[in-house]
């Protein structure tokens, strides 16, 4: 990347804006201008005027939107739920794939060619195919899994209260966990063998090899695969609006993204769902500026 | 984020040694009885690490992942009451057509009104918004000009803003515009991918020599001539990669067609599948048409996966490539 053509430095302004222009325009279009129009949108609201006759008027009320979005108690419980997501999530798929992409790459392992694409297969199903999949199996009555526990004593009922969140995590990581797997796993085939020979020659046996060797190599991978499952789990909408059809416990306002899109369709209140939408955002960028700063600080350590 | 952190980025280099050490790997694979006398005696002192308890979580791992997907297609053959009232891995009555036949009379056919509608959302942004991210990623790559730096912050910006926190902001400014429930509002947001901006910049970088085009430039080609006969052919793998990439993103977009169409007739496959799914909670005799319904709009992207294996991994591993 550091040599560059002396052709390409001349002209390089106006040439460069004619392959600039086309992404810009639609970065301007799909995402510029909506976060900007949001913005402006969320220190309004609709108020009405007088004695509620004479329908409603626009106002500019300042931060008011924000304020009341953060006292909205459905709101701070999704917010919380999410965190709770994250924590439970994060953990479980990223632990998940590292331990079977050092798996897949252990001498012993088989049929590598066959595991990676088993592996891979959740990928291909979309987000709301595998949410009803996973409905269907949560499901008393067509469940094999709440059938196969009822067989070994244990009730358990997935969509209930408390253990919905950690059934939606358990679609997420069924997601995820393969699409990461690839990725790590390809990080652990560049790590020269000669270093892992030379440790085998030393006497480390393969999960030595694999802890004190191979993970510490695959670092900057994992890293950048925090930084896009934060990223993901900020979006979480698709499989509790799914799920939510099937059970009760999972409520229109569940997560942020959730609460949003009631505000905006359900409560038609586009100036608070303008609010929510920036908070969201904003929340996603502070998170992944934080990640990468973090990240780059442990790479260069 | 430096280049360096990432792990898709293509690395011709360490892939040749990769293909080396594969090889060096294979030998060890060869026979179960490793080369090494040293080594047999670890591996069988840390039992863990033998080929049998290795293989075994290996094919748990897969177990998981693969019954979910396997219960599909069965369940796809049974009618309600099998569905019901038989092991979820077993046959029942053959009911398979039946529920093709139920899937394909419900609401008129609009199935396949649906299926295509994804496509042509998916492949548009596919095509379209692949070319838009692989001429910026190009361009980043190939050319200086001022405010370079600050222009990729910008994508990078974008590639950390998650597409859920902007899908609410589009609507409301759509609904100004008056273009919410038509197909304009899906076609748009999904051209911009600055993550595909991302990735052809790597691409570039390591599939376009920047000798070929300054030889180029000396024979009298433009910029733009050079491109598209020089530079797009030889990223096609990578352009291949950020279009499938993007096809499958579209594919499985939920909440921006959810949010900006109402017309049923408008509706991609995964909204569409949605509400019936709303009408089979109630009213379980609905399940089948649903699961089949599931199955049938899953079955051409395990295709797609399984057919372009290459490219999606490419994608994700990109060295391996020549």
């Given at each position: 990347m550091a040599r560059k053509t002396r052709s390409t430095s001349g002209t390089g302004g106006r040439t460069a804006a004619l392959f600039l222009v086309p992404f810009f325009g639609v970065f301007a279009v799909a995402m510029v201008a909506p976060v900007v129009y949001s913005l402006v949108l969320s220190f309004y609201a609709q108020q009405k005027s007088g004695l509620g006759f004479g329908g409603t008027k626009t106002a500019f009320v300042g931060l008011d939107n924000y304020v009341q979005v953060f006292q909205s108690e459905t709101f701070t419980g999704g917010l919380g739920r999410l965190a709770l997501y994250c924590l439970i999530y994060i953990p479980c798929m990223v632990g998940g794939a590292v331990a079977f992409a050092l798996l897949l790459d252990?001498?012993?392992?088989?049929?590598r060619k066959l595991f990676q694409l088993l592996v891979f297969?959740?990928?291909?199903?979309p987000g709301v195919i595998a949410a009803l999949i996973w409905a269907y199996l949560y499901?008393?009555?067509?469940?094999p899994l709440v059938q196969a526990l009822q067989g070994g004593g244990i009730q358990l009922n997935f969509l209930d209260a408390h253990l919905v969140l950690p059934s939606i995590v358990n679609i997420a990581v069924w997601e995820w966990t393969g699409y990461n797997v690839i990725i790590l796993f390809t990080a652990l085939q560049s790590v020269p063998r000669e270093i892992l020979e030379a440790a085998r020659v030393d006497g480390a046996g393969e999960i030595r090899a694999a802890l004190s060797i191979k993970f510490p190599l695959i670092l900057p991978a994992l890293s950048v695969i925090i930084l896009f499952t934060v990223i993901g789990t900020l979006q979480l909408f698709t499989e509790p609006s799914i799920i939510s059809k099937a059970t009760?416990?999972?409520?229109?306002?569940?997560v942020p993204n959730l609460w949003a899109y009631d505000a905006a369709?359900?409560?038609?209140?586009l100036n608070q769902a303008a609010a929510a939408s920036i908070i969201i955002a904003l929340l996603a960028a502070g998170l992944s500026l934080a990640v990468t700063r973090f990240s780059s600080r442990m790479n260069k350590a | 984020m430096s280049t360096e952190t990432v792990s898709v980025a293509p690395r011709p280099r360490s892939g040749a040694t990769r293909a080396n050490s594969s090889r060096q790997n294979k030998n060890h694979d060869?026979?179960?009885?490793?080369?090494?006398p040293g080594r047999n005696r670890l591996s069988r002192e840390g039992g863990f690490a033998s080929a049998f308890t290795v293989n075994a979580l290996l094919v748990l791992g897969c177990a998981y992942m693969v019954l979910p997907v396997l219960w599909l297609f069965f369940a796809a053959t049974k009618d309600t009451a099998d569905l019901y009232?038989?092991?979820?891995y077993s046959l029942g009555r053959f009911a398979f057509l039946g529920n093709i036949g139920a899937v394909i009379g419900?609401?008129?056919?609009i199935f396949f009104r649906w299926m295509a509608n994804s496509v042509l959302y998916a492949a548009f942004g596919a095509v379209l918004g692949g070319l838009i991210s692989v001429m910026a990623g190009y361009a980043f790559d190939k050319f200086t000009f001022r405010g370079k730096k600050t222009w990729f912050g910008l994508v990078l910006l974008g590639v950390l803003i998650p597409n859920t926190a902007t899908v609410l902001p589009m609507y409301l400014l759509a609904s100004v515009f008056g273009?919410?429930?038509?197909v304009w509002a899906v076609l748009i947001p999904v051209l911009c991918n600055p993550f595909g901006v991302y990735l052809a910049r790597v691409y570039s970088s390591s599939y376009v020599p920047d000798e070929t085009l300054e030889a180029a430039r000396v024979d009298g080609a433009g910029p733009i001539r050079s491109f598209f006969s020089l530079g797009l052919p030889m990223m096609m793998p990578g352009f291949i990669t950020i279009a499938l990439f993007q096809f499958v993103g579209v594919w499985n977009n939920f909440m921006l067609p959810l949010v900006m169409l109402q017309d049923q007739q408008l509706l991609p496959v995964s909204v569409g599948i949605s509400i019936w799914q709303g009408y089979s909670?109630?009213?379980?005799?609905?399940s089948p048409m649903v699961i089949t319904a599931s199955l049938l709009s899953v079955i051409p992207l395990l295709l797609a996966f399984i057919l372009l294996q290459r490219f999606w991994k490419s994608g994700l591993t990109a060295g391996s490539v020549k």
């Open positions: 252990a001498t012993v392992a088989r049929a297969l959740p990928h291909a199903v499901t008393p009555g067509v469940s009760a416990s999972v409520t229109s306002t569940w369709f359900n409560r038609h209140n | 060869g026979g179960t009885r490793p080369l090494r009232g038989t092991p979820a419900q609401d008129g056919g273009i919410t429930n038509t909670v109630p009213q379980p005799e609905f």
